[in-house]
């Protein structure tokens, strides 16, 4: 059993848990619980390691794959010193970072422009996942896609849908041949008027600031989603998850 804090694969999964930097650096990342876990085990990622306490069923992991794990039991104070949960799920694995690559023809391409909450970028991967999207963008100034909050909501998409970050002139250059729409609250076209069934792009900027001057010179169309009531705006998630599956319904119904 790990009792120290000064293990050195107990001081590389805390610093992957707190750290943008560490994360890049080494390509690694942390997932805790056994639905991420199991997850990245189903998409074919092998764990450097697995810490987990002496109460998980670490069966449930071994029956998900062939190759072998190397499980590390560690003391309670250490997984609550590493787990970013406030009540830890017994076991947390250190992965590779995905890597996807982009298809070489983009039809249906998401670009978060902005978005600070990490919560609200996870939910934005996993959504546009379900709605089946080519890949997702991040433009330079979003959170780090990969931080443990961005990871629990994405439940998985971050090993499903292509992910990258990218300066805005590799955006602009990406999206040559794509109609672009910028949601936005005082936009020119209902959601529902625009046409999803040409290979287009969407952005959604960030919650507390909007889109930015780069995104608003690069949309074709800016669009909004009526609202009834006194209601202003929706959470950023929230509209992504409108606008994504009206492009995904318009495909089918085309």
């Not at 987990?52 to 071994?62: M, N, Q, R, T």
Request: proline share 6%.
């Amino acid at each position: 059993m790990i009792t120290s804090l000064q293990n050195d694969k107990i001081k590389l999964a805390h610093a992957l848990q707190t750290s943008a930097k560490s994360r890049r650096k080494s390509a690694r990342i942390v997932l805790e619980g056994v639905r991420l876990i199991a997850d990245a085990l189903a998409q074919g990622y092998a764990p450097d390691f697995i810490l987990h306490d002496a109460d998980f069923p670490i069966a449930e992991l071994e029956r998900l794959t062939q190759a072998p794990l190397t499980l590390l039991l560690a003391a309670p104070e250490i997984m609550r010193h590493i787990c970013d949960t406030e009540q830890p799920q017994g076991a947390l694995g250190v992965f590779p970072m995905p890597e996807h690559m982009l298809p070489s023809a983009l039809t249906r391409l998401l670009i978060l422009d902005g978005v600070r909450d990490p919560g609200n970028l996870g939910t934005m991967l996993r959504t546009a996942t379900a709605a089946g999207v080519d890949g997702v963008l991040l433009s330079p100034d979003c959170v780090d896609a990969y931080n443990p909050k961005a990871l629990r909501a994405g439940m998985g998409a971050h090993f499903r849908v292509p992910l990258a970050e990218q300066a805005w002139d590799a955006i602009r250059a990406m999206c040559a041949g794509l109609t672009v729409y910028l949601a936005d609250m005082d936009g020119d076209i209902a959601y529902d008027a625009a046409d999803w069934t040409q290979p287009h792009a969407l952005i959604i900027g960030g919650e507390a600031h909007g889109a930015s001057t780069d995104a608003r010179d690069l949309a074709a169309q800016r669009i909004y989603i009526p609202m009834s009531g006194a209601t202003e705006s929706l959470n950023a998630a929230a509209a992504a998850a409108v606008l994504l599956f009206e492009g995904a319904r318009a495909r089918r119904q085309a």
